[in-house]
């Protein structure tokens, strides 16, 4: 990965620091958000866990949140959802830089500088209310999606206003992990896509720039390809879902609080690991379908903890403890890049 261009909100380097100077850690929630941000106001469509997640960084960072949902019951509860979200990135809570509204044409549009779809995965619906965002948002407003699946530029199709539009994708639970991809659509001004990512350094976020529009973007692409191999395992007998969750946690994946892949490899030798992909790629899976397992599950109705049961049995209880230990090892990972962002 090559270092951003120097400037005041330049990305430290996430790979090898030179031979007199300490490697710096991302710029990461607790300490970013201390620097304070000028105020601002960003209008997040849909007011779901994303949506809300996405609201608490903003709030968190200084901003004025104006989060429309229209679901009476899911508005009422926003601002307790967003207080919790502040509290674990340990900021307060300021009621006031929370706005909820049930419409879009209820938005204080002249106010507003950055908008974020985080509408239902439906295309015909995205498009609707990018519609309505480029009639109602000022022009030189930008235009955003939270989608995980759609193009972008799919999205953006009917815009007269294409240029200021762009993906940006965070990933749950977004007030904890730190990483959103900036995606540039077809048509997207290119500098749009470098102001958003100022933005989102500024607010303790680590942007990773994605310069096609591609299905999946980066992050899905490298998380579906280690998914398809791990269901594979799984459906030849080869291992568990317990061992694969191991293998991963506690081999690989644990390293990678410290590197990242091609850092991780570099540090191994490249040579050692080319020597063993040259026997180990050609039995990987490279189906083009989901896996057998995972089909049979969804068809079964066995979709996780959303439904008492997934590779894994959920009861009420158990999904709750779950829930905490994992929320509680996220911020201890935080922990250690601020740490090393710190010194």
């Known amino acids: 990965m090559t270092a951003a261009r120097a400037g005041p909100a330049r990305l430290p380097s996430v790979g090898p620091a030179p031979h007199n100077q300490r490697a710096p850690g991302p710029i990461l929630l607790r300490g970013a958000f201390e620097r304070g941000c000028k105020m601002e106001h960003v209008a997040v469509i849909g007011g779901g ?28 509860a926003l601002a307790g959802r967003v207080e919790k979200a502040c509290g674990q990135i340990g900021k307060p809570f300021f009621a006031a830089q929370l706005v909820t509204q049930a419409a879009l044409a209820a938005v204080p549009w002249r106010d507003i500088s950055l908008a974020i779809e985080c509408a239902p995965e439906g295309l015909g619906i995205k498009r609707q209310v990018f519609a309505e965002l480029e009639r109602l948002a000022r022009p030189d407003a930008t235009l955003t999606s939270n989608s995980s699946s759609f193009p972008i530029s799919d999205i953006a199709q009917a815009l007269a206003t294409r ?33 958003l990512a100022a933005k989102m350094r500024a607010l303790g976020r680590v942007p990773v720039n994605v310069k096609k529009d591609v299905p ?7 998380q579906h390809a280690m998914m398809r191999e791990c269901f594979s395992l799984i459906e030849q007998g080869l291992a568990t879902p317990e061992d694969v ?94 740490r090393e962002r710190t010194g």
């Open 49 to 76: 866990t994303m949506g809300a997640d996405i609201a608490a960084i903003f709030v968190a960072g200084g901003w004025t949140a104006h989060v429309v949902e229209p679901d009476a019951g899911r508005r009422a």
């Open 163 to 195: 240029a200021r539009m762009c993906g940006l994708h965070f990933f749950m639970p977004a007030h904890l992990v730190p990483v959103v991809e900036v995606i540039r659509g077809a048509a997207t001004d290119p500098t749009v896509c470098e102001r």
């Open 216 to 222: 999946g973007f980066l992050v899905n692409r490298i």
């Open 245 to 338: 969750d191991a293998a991963v946690r506690y081999g690989f994946g644990f390293r990678f609080v410290a590197a990242g892949p091609i850092l991780q490899k570099d540090l191994a030798g490249l040579d050692i690991h080319c020597a063993a992909a040259a026997t180990i790629y050609p039995s990987l899976c490279n189906d083009s379908a989901p896996s057998r397992v995972l089909r049979e599950r969804v068809a079964a109705g066995k979709h996780g903890v959303k439904a008492g049961e997934g590779f894994y049995k959920w009861s009420a209880d158990r999904t709750a403890a779950e829930k905490a230990r994992y929320d509680r090892a996220l911020l201890a990972a935080l922990e250690i890049f601020d």
